[in-house]
């Protein structure tokens, strides 16, 4: 089946109150897929500042009836759309494939993640609950918890699907409507969901869908003085200027950034299964998770035979076209594609050994094995900077502190991995790595109800979880004096 027709009947225009339409000046980008990029796949809505103002104004319109809405009957409404991605669930992931690279064995995944991201946060429309605060006698203080408005939602391309459902389900349980902004990479599952939604009952203006690029559409969505919030996530550097651009009308902003995250692993750790996980830590995705696990710090009297087991894993992984379930698909686009070979450049310039890997692929498309190098200390870029692509990096460690200092050496701080058979050496270190979110013996360990987020240059919010509808709710107090006599 051809793209047009897995979109069909949404189209590779906006989406804004229910309906498509053209950027207002008609113009337009491609948008190619990374196993054949060569190929454009769509000619895609190219929005900008007016149209941005247009999805806002709709967004502003459909919110008092979206936030009038009973709790319960926002939940069951929600429990459609979930249901409704669930019976769109190939044709979504199949778009995702095409657009972004990943393995179909990946998107199938994380699609299944957006019915459950739904489904999780229908549970909890109805469970935003507010308080009492005892004053004394005479007064009653009440605390309510209530839907900000306008949601803005700035996607990256790496889980685009997943990213969006991560934030939109939460802001929509709350009351919230969205305008979104997705990846000038993969704009297309965003579109093809916005018909899905609409399809399910999802009322007009309740989710709106505007393409570009990140310096127009983007930009202006994180300007907009119309919006409420921001639920951004992607690079630092973009982190800072959405940051900026809130601060001129002072709205809050939910930032989801990068990592460079270490995988500790302890000699008492039984090897064969650490070496299994340490691979899907950092292969997974083709390297292009934010919490990659892209720095092996081993300690150094099985740092041999970990590595040996890991390269001997990784080279048995597949690498081809997404449509084809491989372990690794191609990376996202050819632009990050001559970035990630550039760190690949570098590792040789700063001294590393290759493994494994260490050059791309020779065959079109965006293609890179997994790469591990050796003989890497903390001086190195490739150390301390994030590549987001399938590179893994290792350095040896003698004890317990210096295992810490080097995972703790690092501007990012989103996740880590410790994998040892110490129960108290893992809370020893759980509770002093500097991330916002530690697995112990199982990488990517957790669930939609366990709080993602980081600190450090990784951001300081929280995603997933009900603490995530702090993120699209205020709290408004109520004191009230009443009279004790009569
Ligand atoms: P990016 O910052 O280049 O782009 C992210 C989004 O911001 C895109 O939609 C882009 O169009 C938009 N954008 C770009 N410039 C903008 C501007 N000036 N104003 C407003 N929006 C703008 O990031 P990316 O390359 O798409 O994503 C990769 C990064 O995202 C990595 O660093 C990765 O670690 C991070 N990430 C973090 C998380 C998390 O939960 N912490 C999750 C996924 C990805």
């Not at 064995?105 to 299944?112: M, S």
């Not at 092996?296 to 076209?321: F, K, T, Y």
């Not at 003989?375 to 295992?403: H, K, N």
Request: charged share 20%; net charge negative.
């Amino acid at each position: 089946m051809g793209l047009a027709e897995l979109l069909a009947p949404a189209q590779p225009r906006l989406f804004i109150g229910g309906g498509w339409c053209d950027a207002a000046d008609g113009a337009t980008f491609d948008t190619r897929d990374p196993a054949h990029d060569d190929c454009v796949l769509a000619d895609v809505a190219r929005g900008g500042a007016l149209d941005i103002d247009a999805a806002v104004t709709a967004a502003r319109a459909a919110w008092p009836a979206w936030a009038a809405t009973a709790p319960a009957d926002r939940s069951a409404c929600l429990r459609r759309l979930a249901d409704a991605v669930e019976a769109a669930a190939e044709t979504l992931a199949t778009i995702e494939v095409l657009d972004n690279g990943k393995s179909l064995t990946l998107a199938r995944a994380e699609v299944a993640g957006c019915v459950a991201y739904l489904h999780y946060y229908a549970g909890a429309a109805d469970k935003i609950q507010g308080e009492t605060v005892p004053l004394g006698d005479g007064y009653l203080d009440y605390v309510q918890r209530e839907p900000l408005g306008v949601s803005a939602h700035i996607v990256p391309w790496n889980a685009p699907l997943s990213m969006l459902c991560r934030s939109l389900a939460p802001a929509l349980a709350a009351g919230n409507t969205a305008v979104v902004k997705p990846a000038e990479q993969t704009p297309l599952s965003a579109l093809k969901l916005a018909q899905v939604l609409a399809d399910a009952g999802l009322p007009n203006g309740v989710f709106n869908v505007v393409t570009g690029f990140g310096s127009e559409a983007g930009a202006a969505l994180a300007a907009h003085a119309g919006i409420d919030s921001i639920t951004f996530t992607g690079s630092v550097a973009t982190g800072r200027a959405v940051l900026r651009a809130a601060a001129e009308h002072v709205k809050p902003v939910v930032v989801e950034l990068g990592g460079k995250s270490p995988q500790l692993v302890f000699a008492d750790a039984g090897l064969e299964q650490v070496a299994r996980e340490v691979v899907k830590g950092i292969f997974t995705n083709s390297g292009q998770y934010c919490d990659a696990g892209s720095r092996l710090l081993v300690e150094q009297s099985v740092a041999e035979p970990l590595c040996e087991r890991v390269v001997g894993i990784a080279r048995e992984l597949s690498v081809g076209p997404g449509l084809d379930a491989p372990d690794l698909g191609p990376l996202v686009s050819r632009e990050h594609f001559e970035r990630v070979c550039g760190y690949m450049t570098l590792a040789r310039q700063e001294g590393a050994r290759a493994l494994i890997g260490g050059a791309p692929l020779d065959r079109p498309g965006c293609f890179v094995p997994p790469t591990i190098y050796a003989d890497v200390s903390p001086a190195m870029r490739i150390y301390r900077e994030e590549i987001f692509g399938p590179v893994l990096t290792v350095t040896p460690f003698a004890d317990e502190d210096e295992a810490l200092a080097l995972a703790n050496d690092c501007d990012y701080g989103l996740a880590a991995g410790v994998f040892t058979a110490d129960i108290d050496r893992a809370l020893r270190l759980a509770s002093r790595i500097e991330a916002g979110y530690i697995m112990v013996n199982e990488y990517f360990a957790g669930g939609i109800g366990a709080p993602f987020g980081g600190c450090k240059l990784s951001g300081y919010s929280r995603e997933r979880g009900l603490v995530a509808l702090e993120n699209y709710t205020r709290t408004r107090n109520v004191v009230i004096r009443w009279k004790t006599d009569r």
